[in-house]
């Protein structure tokens, strides 16, 4: 018994001085106020910090048929363009205008041809339909005029867009006529009040090209939205009894330049034609030119110079390319463009137009009509053209001669 007390004391005192051992061995310190160190978890290593990953290289190839002057625009707005976009470059080919669109449709029905296509405004829906070109719809298009828009919009997509703007405006000698027309009733009153002798108050194209657009301005429609007529109405009669009114100042003849010619000469107050022909009425009557904004009830044709997107660009190009047209339609490209042409009117309505003539084009333009480009246009020529000359000029009765045409249309719509 003595011998195990014995050793039970020995073992308690060995586990003593263990555990002195394992203690601290000096006088505890105090904290140093600093923040322990973050654990990092056992074998990972720090996360490295990447660098933003650059922009794959992305060309561009335009194709066009530019004059000098617009060329020069263009290559301004590109040189802009990839300063701010240096992974962007571009192959741009002129094509004579003649040959672009067939150029453009052989090689970009193989797979082939630009991704971009600077062209007429009524190659778009047909190029569409033919799944050549691509929806733009995505491209930011703010204070761009909403009638060029529109000219491009078709089947539900945007088909093109407006870089440049052009169409039918409403001339005036300030010398015959002193004052612009509020309404079509003011301009008929004041052009008859001015013609005498051999000077016409007002010479106003008939034909339905110069035409048409008075139709929207009297609140109707040539077509629906699927293509079928809309103009036998009682709109499309207060047209026509526009038209029969435009006859009794004095239009004496269709798509001729007796107009024009007389207009030049200074004996004419009002006439309808394209902004084409702004040069040569500068020209001709010098500080006494003015085109007027559209009377109420009267209005006329946007065009427009287009840009369409291959349907063929894969999906990099395509977003960049997207990218130019948003910058393209923008006031700082499109400044880039008036100061270049000297014809040039802006589809983007905010850009400082100082030419005084364009100035009023561009605030003409923003009472326009689209013009009309879908495919389906083709089968209303024919029968419109009968439908003003058997009532305007052969005094048919109007609700026959609108009933007519619509079956006219309706049948050439369905050959």
């Known amino acids: 018994m003595k011998n195990k007390l014995f050793g039970l004391l020995a073992l308690l005192v060995i586990a003593s001085l263990v555990l002195a051992a394992c203690g601290p061995t000096g006088a505890t310190e105090e904290p140093t106020g600093e923040e322990p160190a973050a654990t990092e978890p056992a074998g990972e290593e720090p996360a490295a910090t990447e660098e933003p990953a650059a922009a794959e290289p992305v060309t561009i190839t335009l194709w066009h048929s530019l004059k000098d002057s617009e060329t020069a625009g263009l290559t301004e707005i590109i040189n802009a363009f990839t300063a701010a976009n240096p992974h962007v470059t571009f192959d741009v080919l002129f094509v004579p205008f003649d040959d672009l669109r067939n150029k453009f449709e052989t090689a970009a029905a193989t797979g082939e041809g630009p991704d971009l296509l600077i062209g007429a405004d009524d190659w778009g829906p047909a190029l569409f339909d033919a799944l050549l070109v691509a929806d733009v719809s995505d491209v930011p298009t703010e204070n761009v005029n909403a009638a060029a828009l529109g000219v491009g919009q078709y089947n539900g997509a945007q088909v093109e867009l407006p870089y440049v703007l052009k169409g039918v405006v409403l001339y005036r000698n300030t010398a015959i006529q002193p004052e612009a027309a509020t309404s079509f009733g003011d301009l008929k009153a004041k052009a008859e009040a001015a013609t005498t002798g051999d000077t016409y108050g007002a010479l106003l194209e008939i034909g339905s090209f110069f035409s048409f657009a008075h139709l929207y301005g009297q609140g109707g429609a040539l077509m629906n939205a699927d293509g079928t007529p809309a103009f036998n109405t009682e709109a499309g009669a207060a047209w026509l009894a526009m038209l029969a009114d435009f006859k009794a100042l004095g239009a004496d003849s269709w798509y001729s330049d007796n107009d024009i010619?007389?207009?030049?000469?200074?004996?004419?107050?009002?006439?309808?034609?394209?902004?084409?022909?702004?040069?040569?009425?500068?020209?001709?009557?010098?500080?006494?030119?003015?085109?007027?904004?559209?009377?109420?009830?009267?209005?006329?044709?946007?065009?427009?110079?287009?840009?369409?997107?291959?349907?063929?660009?894969?999906?990099?190009?395509?977003?960049?390319?997207?990218?130019?047209?948003?910058?393209?339609?923008?006031?700082?490209?499109?400044?880039?463009?008036?100061?270049?042409?000297?014809?040039?009117?802006?589809?983007?309505?905010?850009?400082?137009?100082?030419?005084?003539?364009?100035a009023q084009a561009l605030t003409a333009f923003g009472g326009g009509t689209a013009w009309i480009v879908t495919p389906k246009m083709g089968a209303y020529w024919g029968p419109t053209e009968t439908l003003i000359k058997t009532v305007i000029d052969e005094g048919t009765d109007v609700t026959e001669a609108l009933n007519t045409a619509e079956q006219g249309v309706n049948d050439a719509l369905n050959q």
């Open 261 to 358: 010619n007389l207009f030049k000469e200074g004996k004419v107050g009002w006439v309808i034609d394209g902004t084409w022909n702004l040069a040569s009425f500068s020209e001709a009557l010098g500080e006494n030119l003015a085109i007027d904004a559209w009377p109420t009830g009267m209005s006329g044709f946007v065009q427009t110079g287009a840009i369409m997107l291959s349907a063929n660009s894969d999906e990099a190009t395509a977003t960049a390319a997207k990218s130019f047209l948003a910058y393209l339609l923008g006031a700082e490209a499109q400044a880039a463009f008036y100061a270049s042409d000297d014809a040039f009117i802006p589809s983007n309505t905010t850009v400082a137009v100082d030419d005084p003539l364009r």
